[in-house]
Structure formats: structure tokens, C-alpha cells
């Protein structure tokens, strides 16, 4: 998700200054992703720059509340209609230290494995922990983000399985003196014990 559209989100809900818009995004997400208050206002800068939204003048705290544009309600309704692009998210940085250390002369790979999925377990029950701390209805927007970080670590868990299944299965030839070695040049340090 982006802080753009967040932002669009909540001000759709009615004018909000900085503070009160970071306090919401965290109350909605159930704190599962801080907001910076810099990012608040950056973001609320471009947002006005680009027409979306507009800033109203200080209160008397010397607070500066905003409000959506028709333009950004039209921003915001396309985002809603439009499905996210797995092409759209970030690169996948587990699956690329994965693919790293296969390629890397010395990384035991069945420990970064076992060492992720033991990280992996550990947040899955924290987060299983906070889905269950609070059954009120108010609470669903963050239960649902709960729920989706839930999934996702499950769906972690299941990729890992399946990757030390591939390495049980995966036997790499000896290493020549060639240069420029590929996966199937890394030598397991389990397969050098049943060499010996």
C-alpha cells in the first residue's frame, strides 16, 4: 500500500492534520506499519502539489488540517477499483539471499534456511498472539492486516519447507577449478561429511 492512497483514504473520512492522519493509519493498520510524521508531511506535500488534496488554514493550536480533493477522491476510488500487480510490489528480499547464498562459496544455505524459518515461526505466533487479543468489531480494519501478515508468514514457512526439500534433493557436482562458479558448483557443507 501506498502512503499516498492511505492518506487519501483517511482523509476521505473528513479533515485531519498530520498527527491526527498518522495517528489513523496506524490505529486502521494496527500499528503494524509506523508511520513516520516526516513521511505525513512529505506525503501531504506532494498530495497538495499534485492537486489531490488541499491545506486549510491553521487553527488557533497551530495545527494545519487538510481535506481530499474531488481529484484525489477520483485518485483514490481508481486505486480502490484497480487490483494490485505482483509487478508492483518490492523485490523479494528473502528469495534473493536465498538465490545469493546458493551461489556463495562457503554459506551453509540449510542454515540461513532453518535460521528464517525459526525467525518466520516466532513472528507467526506473535502476530496469532495479537489477532486474538481484541474480538471488538471496531478493531476488524487491523485484524484484517493481522490476518494478511498471517497468511503471508504461513505462506513463508510452506516456501521454506519447499526449499529444504529441493536441498535434500539437490546434489551439486565437485567444484573444478574453473572461475565463475553456479549453483551447481556450491558444495553443502553436509555433502562435504558424507564425502569423507
Same mark, same amino acid.
Given at each position: 500500500m501506498s502512503i499516498r492512497h492511505g492518506l487519501l483514504a483517511l482523509l476521505e473520512r473528513g479533515q485531519m492534520y498530520g498527527y491526527q492522519l498518522r495517528a489513523a493509519f496506524e490505529?486502521?493498520?494496527?500499528?503494524?506499519?509506523?508511520?513516520?510524521?516526516?513521511?505525513?508531511y512529505t506525503t501531504l506535500s506532494r498530495l497538495e502539489r499534485d492537486?489531490?488534496?488541499? !491545506?486549510?488554514?491553521?487553527?488557533?493550536?497551530?495545527?494545519?488540517?487538510?481535506?481530499i480533493t474531488d481529484?484525489?477522491?477520483?485518485?483514490?476510488?481508481?486505486?480502490?477499483?484497480?487490483?494490485? !500487480?505482483?509487478?508492483?510490489?518490492?523485490?523479494?528480499?528473502?528469495?534473493i539471499k536465498?538465490?545469493?547464498?546458493?551461489?556463495?562459496p562457503g554459506v551453509d544455505v540449510r542454515s540461513v534456511v532453518q535460521t528464517q524459518r525459526s525467525a518466520t515461526m516466532r513472528a507467526l505466533q506473535e502476530l496469532t498472539r495479537l489477532k486474538y487479543a481484541s474480538d471488538r468489531p471496531e478493531d476488524l480494519p487491523w485484524r484484517l492486516v493481522l490476518d494478511a501478515m498471517v497468511f503471508q508468514a504461513e505462506a513463508e514457512v510452506r516456501w521454506l519447507d519447499h526449499c529444504e526439500t529441493s536441498l535434500v534433493r539437490y546434489r551439486p557436482p565437485a567444484p573444478g577449478p574453473?572461475?565463475?562458479?553456479?549453483?551447481?558448483?556450491?558444495?553443502?557443507?553436509?555433502d562435504e561429511e558424507a564425502r569423507r
Open positions: 490505529e486502521s493498520t494496527g500499528s503494524t506499519w509506523p508511520l513516520n510524521i516526516g513521511q505525513v492537486g489531490l488534496v488541499r !491545506s486549510l488554514p491553521e487553527s488557533e493550536a497551530g495545527q494545519r488540517p487538510y481535506e481529484a484525489g477522491r477520483a485518485d483514490l476510488a481508481l486505486w480502490f477499483a484497480t487490483p494490485i !500487480s505482483r509487478n508492483d510490489r518490492p523485490r523479494d528480499e528473502l528469495a536465498l538465490a545469493l547464498a546458493l551461489t556463495t574453473q572461475a565463475g562458479a553456479t549453483p551447481a558448483d556450491v558444495v553443502w557443507p553436509a
